[in-house]
């Protein structure tokens, strides 16, 4: 296919790219903006404490990974059509089991079996595969502009309207409506760009819809320029999830008082409403590789700031640049790999990618947190941080110079 055939400038991939930004946004905003909310009244109904309320939290997460890498290989044999749906109908059980149980077990269950899987399909993975299929040209941009958190900024106001007015059964079951909902547009997805006449037959490729299968897990795992973009993308999950956890007792740990971190917090989520845009728009110039080592470089000179205990009136940009920075890593961590591996080798990377980072979002926030337990202080988890950093900076320049995957015959 010639470059300049389909660079973001057709109809046809502006609506595909709307509708992964609402399925990207509807997704996740149904999850996480209504999870933490819900909390009080989870632990009201089922009579548990607050370590089981949020369990459900890193069961999704679980179930997000490992079905990470699982989707990235389904969505080159399967229609993504199909798969995204699939993956909102998952989320629909889930939240219409959640409106009737009455036990945590059965919840946690809901959580690893079917919410987070259902969220790698519907908003963590397939969504940024659709759009790197359509986007030769502007890839970056469109990237950034799928993982806008815009509309899911929305859900936790909502979400609390709802719990006061419908209660917790109530809830949840708005939650799967709405869900429900997201199937209309994911009705319009279209697999891949219209195949060219001149390119039929054996030529457009064998995988679904005309795709070649492209670059297998084992070759994946053979390439260390894979491994590197992995690593530099988990150091900045593990930066974000810690900071999300601990920003607001890091600052009352520093004399702060309470509104005031909380105000730290909303900073920094409100700051990464533009990020990904921003960060896909330099991605296109600068190739998402260069991105992701300037994203930890600035990353890693934010978190050794924090090591000075800042005084509030600078700790406050301080937290909005680390939030504008961290919630770029879905549009620059996309782009490097499409530049690596194309897009048929895409999908794959990318969920296999998001089963990399699994050990540093999973630990990285119970380890900061022992940290400060043993020393009084996050001083020493900031300084790992800052290490972990330095070293994805360099591992993401380093895969910069490996030779892109050649575009199967």
């Known amino acids: 296919m010639r470059r300049s055939e389909y660079d973001g400038n057709h109809p046809l991939a502006a609506r595909m790219c709307a509708i992964a930004f609402l399925s990207y946004n509807v997704a996740t905003g149904c999850m996480f903006g209504s999870f933490g909310v819900l909390v009080p009244a989870v632990e009201a109904r089922l009579g548990v404490n607050r370590v089981f309320s ?67 399909l519907a908003s963590t993975i397939l969504p940024s595969t659709l759009v790197t299929r359509w986007y030769d040209v502007n890839r970056g941009r469109a990237l950034g502009f799928v993982s806008m958190p815009i509309i899911a900024g929305i859900f936790p106001m909502a979400t609390a309207v709802a719990l006061r007015a419908f209660g917790l ?55 260390g320029s894979f491994w590197g973009l992995s690593i530099a993308a988990a150091s900045i999950i593990a930066m974000a999830t810690v900071l999300a956890a601990h920003l607001v007792p890091m600052a009352k740990s520093w004399g702060m008082g309470a509104s005031e971190a909380a105000v730290l917090l909303s900073a920094s989520s409100l700051a990464g409403v533009p990020g990904p845009l921003a960060f896909g728009w330099l991605a296109d110039r600068l190739g998402g590789a260069r991105t992701l080592a300037l994203l930890c470089l600035d990353s890693a000179a934010l978190c050794a700031l924090l090591l000075l205990h800042p005084p509030y009136m600078l ?28 897009k048929t080798g895409f999908g794959r990377a990318f969920g296999l990618g998001y089963l990399v980072s699994l050990p540093f979002s999973v630990l990285a926030v119970p380890a900061a947190a022992r940290v400060y337990v043993r020393t009084g202080s996050y001083d020493d988890a900031l300084r790992g941080l800052v290490g972990l950093l330095l070293v994805a900076t360099l591992l993401a320049a380093l895969a910069r110079r490996a030779s892109p995957v050649p575009a199967p015959a």
């Open 54 to 120: 949020t369990l459900g939290f890193p069961c999704a997460m679980l179930g997000i990974n490992l079905m990470a890498a699982m989707a990235g290989v389904l969505a080159s044999r399967v229609s993504i059509r199909l798969l995204m749906s699939a993956g909102v109908l998952m989320n629909v059980a889930g939240y219409a089991i959640l409106a009737a149980s009455r036990s945590i077990g059965l919840n946690l269950l809901v959580y690893g079996l079917l919410m987070g899987p259902g969220l790698a």
């Open 169 to 223: 059964s109530g809830t949840y079951a708005s939650l799967a409506i709405i869900m429900t909902l997201l199937l209309a547009p994911l009705w319009f997805v279209i697999d891949h760009p219209p195949v060219p006449s001149h390119r039929s037959g054996a030529d457009a490729g064998s995988g679904e819809g005309g795709e070649s299968l492209g670059i297998t897990i084992g070759g994946l795992l053979r390439r």
């Open 315 to 342: 700790l406050f940009p301080i937290a909005a640049l680390l939030g504008f920075h961290g919630a770029a890593i879905v549009a620059t961590f996309g782009m490097a790999l499409s530049e690596r591996f194309g």
